[in-house]
């Protein structure tokens, strides 16, 4: 498998600038894989572990042989998962503010009326509630 490039870890790093996040703000970590590969496996650190130090999203992956394959995997399912982490807070934000105006827009004139019959019919049922002479 060949290595990757310094253009995809100049890639990387222009996706987290877009993000406006920094490259100092991820922490990198190696260890051991398990499962199939043999000897080198055994061996070597070739399972990567990112980790967004500010949002606590890791990343760990084991799925080459390769230390820089994995590395390399790993930059790009760590930017997928900061991307998705935005997206969704971005739509929580958005649904809180729709959730608010739906709250805060005044009520249809229908539905008024009918709330105003209904109080009126159940605080007629409520006054032949009183006292029996």
Do not use: W
Request: hydrophobic residues 35%; proline residues 4%; without cysteine.
């Amino acid at each position: 498998m060949n290595a990757p490039s310094s253009s995809s870890a100049n890639d990387f790093t222009a996706r987290l600038a877009r993000l406006g996040l920094n490259v100092d703000e991820i922490e990198e970590s190696f260890a051991r894989s398990s499962g199939p590969g043999g000897q080198h496996v055994n061996k070597v650190s070739t399972a990567v572990t990112l980790r967004h130090a500010p949002s606590g999203i890791a990343v760990t992956v084991q799925d080459s042989r390769s230390q820089a394959m994995n590395r390399q995997l790993a930059r790009e399912r760590l930017i997928a998962a900061l991307e998705e982490a935005r997206r969704s807070q971005k739509a929580a934000e958005k649904a809180a503010r729709e959730k608010i105006r739906r709250q805060n827009r005044p009520r249809p004139a229908g539905v008024k009326r009918r709330m105003v019959d209904n109080k009126k019919k159940r605080g007629a049922v409520k006054k032949l509630r009183g006292r029996v002479e």
